[in-house]
């Protein structure tokens, strides 16, 4: 007796968007191949701490959330794809980069649900421009910034890769007040960065959020800590926690449980 071997709509959508992929681009799978991601081969490329960023935000069904330097949407496709019925706007400065994520939107059919603007950060702050949201009408924003103060690591050859990692000194500070004003009153804001940025993370956020929550990410047990995610709530006056964080890889170098289910199986990581 033969199998049927005809695909769903959804599956045969997928095989024939990842049969043409350009020769610059890769199709990474992401959340065991639920998610199927075009990314420039060269150039700035989302991994995993887009994966734990999304699995952080608290969004309940039929939220809207904000993402600041969208990139190729991965981190807002692995929300979306754990959180269907929400609906995320994101900013992106690079023209080739907010392409990317409208098709790859379109690819895994979040194109409804996902709103990419054209802009600079630094543009969002304004309140005079008609394409711009509006302020404190998000339930939830979050980002995962550029790494590398400008001037102090050597320039990437890849243009893509270098404005991505080109960050002044004041820009973490900017990208702060941009998500506490997008968010509304007890809102969340959720950032990931590298561990020794915490100091300057929490120095920006104290003022604007409370009941702030800094969850570390361990690359193995007993080492320290290479990222960590903030998340402040908007108008609390609840104090500071460190969370227990989590271990990333066993002594074989596999994934923990935890971090596989985050990674493999999207769970939800709750800091809250």
């Given amino acids: 007796m033969e199998l049927a071997t005809e695909l769903s709509p959804t599956a045969q959508a997928r095989t024939a968007s990842a049969a043409a992929v350009p020769a610059s681009m890769t199709d990474d799978a992401f959340l065991g191949g639920r998610?199927?991601?075009?990314?420039?081969?060269k150039g700035y490329r989302a991994g995993i701490d887009a994966v734990f960023?999304?699995?952080?935000?608290?969004?309940?069904?039929?939220?809207?959330?904000?993402?600041a330097g969208i990139g190729a949407g991965v981190a807002s496709l692995c929300l979306l794809s754990r959180s269907p019925t929400a609906h995320v706007t994101g900013i992106e400065s690079n023209t080739r980069y907010a392409v990317l994520c409208e098709q790859n939107a379109k690819r895994n059919n979040f194109a409804r649900a996902l709103r990419v603007i054209h802009a600079d950060v630094k543009d969002a702050m304004r309140r005079d421009l008609a394409n711009m949201p509006e302020h404190g009408s998000f339930s939830h924003a979050f980002a995962n910034p550029p790494f590398f103060d400008e001037g102090k690591v050597?320039?990437?050859?890849?243009?893509?890769?270098?404005q991505a990692h080109a960050f002044g000194p004041d820009d973490l500070e900017l990208w702060i007040k941009l998500l506490h004003s997008m968010v509304t009153m007890r809102g969340t804001v959720t950032l990931i960065h590298r561990a020794e940025t915490l100091g300057k993370l929490l120095t920006s956020m104290e003022s604007k959020f409370g009941d702030i929550r800094v969850a570390p990410l361990y690359a193995r047990e007993g080492s320290a800590a290479s990222r960590v995610i903030v998340q402040?709530?908007?108008g609390s006056r609840a104090p500071m926690q460190?969370?227990?964080g989590l271990v990333l890889h066993?002594?074989?170098?596999?994934?923990?449980?935890?971090?596989?289910?985050?990674?493999?199986?999207?769970?939800?990581?709750?800091?809250?």
């Fill in 35 to 41: 998610l199927q991601i075009l990314q420039p081969e």
């Fill in 53 to 67: 960023l999304a699995a952080a935000i608290p969004v309940a069904e039929g939220e809207t959330v904000f993402e």
């Fill in 242 to 244: 460190l969370l227990p």
């Fill in 250 to 272: 066993n002594e074989d170098n596999s994934f923990t449980l935890d971090a596989e289910a985050v990674l493999r199986e999207g769970a939800t990581w709750r800091l809250r």
């Fill in 154 to 162: 050597t320039a990437s050859p890849s243009l893509l890769k270098a």
């Fill in 232 to 234: 402040g709530v908007k």
